[in-house]
């Protein structure tokens, strides 16, 4: 007996490794085609050893993989980690617990493909939820793999998840065709079937990959672009305000573009050029009311000597409600008649003064936002106001990038809005010519999560092909290319720049134009397939 829960723990731990391998170690995307086989054989094997508490095995086994992949939340905050890996783990142990039951009522394949598209349809519902967190969603897997998924532009990233669950299933299969005899009893055709099949299924995604990957070899090279300048102020977040003043802060990052525009300054009839800063760089900006920040009046000064040069960057901004009761659920009571709204923001503004505002959507539970908030804002007044009551757009707008002779609209993403593929596609479907991504990842530190979160920005940019310019503010800043390519990244954790040009297109990819069709059919047939189940419970067959 010991060493039969010796070889189910050998299995669980086997797919723990394999699953987290591909979002730790760069081009091991291929893993995830294999890594759920373990927890496959490991619940067959505990099926037939009659084995009680199975989910004991399978919830261990999603509470291995999350602790290995996004231990790092923890250095933000050590609940809100454990949190979120018990909370996620237990979420993906009953879609496997579902696919359990499924089993009582289905026979030969239908339970794994019940499997299948039951974890597909959550993984978007998951995109959705108020509760909210699909870092570990299985297409993410190939983020530092992406010469093998640039068919991503038609499929999404949950199209990658269809193509993991496609490969376990089929190698699964044949190897129970081996175990139990059935093999041997399939004629030459068949097994000849079996063999191009799979192999075709291995092969297919990653050659077609190569054939599109070769129309965006040039991409770029245009002769429409845009010239950004990306500052990367390395200012440490826990010792913010301790540490300096906002008027110092301020002088870092106008004496690091200063250094890089010096050649701007004689040419009154420049071309735009943008400036990205980080995400929450200051916190004084009053919607609406602009000149009331001490950091927007400077940086308008500072762009006057530059014309055509426009400045983005992120704010912790506020709007001030005048009323006698609360005008929100997420309202804040600053003093009788008044109320306070805040958001995570990214502004540009130039040199006249000139200000756009987009205020971030998808926002982190907890920290920047309280679900359910006519429940959870009440509670959470009862402890003091800890939790975040940020407020975001109900759509997206895009900011403009304005020169003497043209304006450029570009889409913003701030921080973690670059991990919801569909999401970000409203950008360029709002006339989004080129991207950037604000961000601050220095709260986890030098861990893989901010390599992680660099990586899903060239998923979306293969799913809309569009450049991105990414400004971290301590890293890694980069230039994305539409191929996916990271260019020219800054280190972690120093102060540095990169100035350059990315492409402006205004093509739109097929996932752009027909959102996630994977995800929509996968969820449909999770449906169908659902309502078969409860039939047969409900008539007892």
Not at 17 to 39: D, E, K, N, Y
Not at 181 to 195: D, E, L, P, Y
Request: aromatic share 12%; charged share 15%.
């Amino acid at each position: 007996m010991k060493r039969e829960n010796i070889l189910l723990w050998g299995l669980v731990l086997l797919f723990a490794v394999l699953m987290s391998v591909p979002f730790l170690v760069p081009h091991t995307g291929l893993l995830a085609l294999i890594g759920f086989i373990p927890l496959l054989c490991m619940e067959r094997i505990a099926s037939q050893m009659e084995k009680k508490h199975i989910w004991i095995y399978h919830y261990s086994a999603f509470v291995l993989w999350n602790a290995f992949t996004t231990f790092w939340v923890c250095n933000a905050t050590v609940g809100g980690g454990i949190f979120a890996i018990l909370a996620n783990s237990l979420q993906m142990s009953l879609v496997f617990g579902l696919f359990r039951l499924s089993k009582r009522k289905f026979s030969g394949a239908l339970p794994y493909i019940f499997l299948a598209m039951a974890w597909i349809a959550w993984e978007r519902f998951y995109f959705d939820a108020e509760i909210s967190w699909p870092w570990l969603v299985l297409g993410n897997s190939f983020a530092r793999t992406t010469w093998a998924i640039q068919w991503y532009e038609f499929t999404g990233t949950l199209g990658g998840s269809l193509w993991i669950w496609a490969c376990n299933l089929s190698i699964f299969g044949l190897l129970v065709a081996l175990s139990d005899g059935s093999w041997a009893c399939r004629n030459t055709k068949a097994k000849a079937a079996t063999v191009i099949g799979l192999l075709a299924l291995f092969i297919i995604p990653p050659v077609s990959s190569a054939v599109i990957a070769g129309r965006y070899e040039n991409s770029m090279e245009s002769d429409d672009r845009l010239e950004v300048l990306i500052v990367q102020p390395n200012i440490d977040p826990y010792n913010k305000f301790q540490a300096m003043s906002q008027d110092q802060q301020n002088a870092i990052l106008e004496g690091l573009i200063s250094k890089e525009l010096a050649d701007r300054k004689a040419d009154s009839c420049a071309t735009p050029l943008l400036v990205l800063a980080p995400e929450t760089f200051t916190g004084d900006i009053v919607c609406g009311d602009y000149p009331r920040s001490r950091t927007w009046r400077r940086f308008t000064s500072f762009l006057k000597e530059y014309p055509g040069v426009n400045m983005l960057f992120g704010a912790s901004s506020y709007d001030y409600i005048y009323s006698d009761e609360a005008p929100s659920h997420t309202a804040r009571h600053i003093r009788d008649g008044l109320w306070l709204e805040s958001h995570n923001s990214a502004l540009i503004t130039d040199g006249t003064g000139r200000t756009e505002i987009f205020h971030k959507s998808k926002l982190v539970v907890a920290v920047e936002h309280t679900p359910y908030p006519a429940i959870f804002c009440k509670i959470d007044d009862m402890l003091g106001g800890v939790m975040g009551r940020c407020v975001g757009q109900e759509e997206i707008s895009l900011l403009n990038v304005a020169g003497e002779c043209k304006s450029i609209p570009v889409g913003c993403a701030v921080c973690y809005e670059s991990v919801y593929g569909e999401y970000y596609t409203d950008y360029i479907r709002k006339g989004a010519k080129a991207m950037t991504i604000i961000t601050n990842d220095a709260w986890w530190g030098d861990t893989p999560g901010y390599r992680q979160h660099l990586s899903y920005a060239s998923l979306r940019a293969i799913e809309t092909r569009r450049a991105i310019a990414r400004c971290a503010n301590t890293g890694i800043s980069a230039i994305i290319s539409p191929s996916g390519k990271i260019l020219k990244p800054t280190p972690w954790w120093e102060q540095a720049s990169i100035r350059s040009y990315i492409p402006l297109r205004e093509d739109l990819t097929f996932f752009v134009t027909h959102g996630d069709i994977t995800g929509r059919v996968c969820t449909f047939l999770f449906c169908l397939l659902l309502l078969a189940l409860i039939v047969r419970f409900a008539s007892r067959q």
